[in-house]
């Protein structure tokens, strides 16, 4: 979610509301693993079970009637306690080193047949001005 993909702010809204719920939807099948085979919530990977939902889901034909093989799916991968692990908070992510394409692409092209492609432009060259 860290880039929306929506231009108009209610495109925007909804998008992110999407996000949400299928966030809040992941966290409800990771808690009902949990409860159902008394583990720590904790103990249960976010991706995992979002690559399980992903592969597994569209395969059943009647959801609803396989949860409980879904679940047993989701508790089989356990994350392990990771002692001493620190992660720093940093953004990852760099700047794109292209403007963003803000005209039909048919008028981009017919641009750069005439003119030639434009000069790459960072935008974030950081504190001592080398590359992004």
């Excluded at 009902?32 to 904790?42: C, Y």
Aim: hydrophobic share 40%; net charge positive; proline share 4%.
């Amino acid at each position: 979610m860290s880039e929306l993909s929506c231009k108009s702010p209610a495109m925007c809204q909804k998008e992110i509301w999407i996000y949400l719920l299928a966030n809040n939807l992941i966290r409800i099948l990771m808690a009902q693993t949990a409860k159902k085979f008394s583990l720590s919530i904790r103990s249960i990977s976010f991706k995992n079970t979002l690559q399980i939902w992903n592969s597994v889901s569209a395969k059943f034909i009647n959801f609803a009637m396989n949860i409980q093989r879904f679940l047993f799916i989701i508790a089989g991968h356990q994350v392990g306690k990771r002692a001493g692990r620190v992660e720093p908070r940093a953004r990852k992510r760099r700047a794109s080193a292209y403007s963003l394409l803000m005209v039909p692409r048919h008028e981009a092209r017919a641009n750069v047949l005439k003119n030639g492609h434009p000069p790459k432009q960072r935008k974030n060259t950081g504190a001592k001005g080398g590359k992004a």
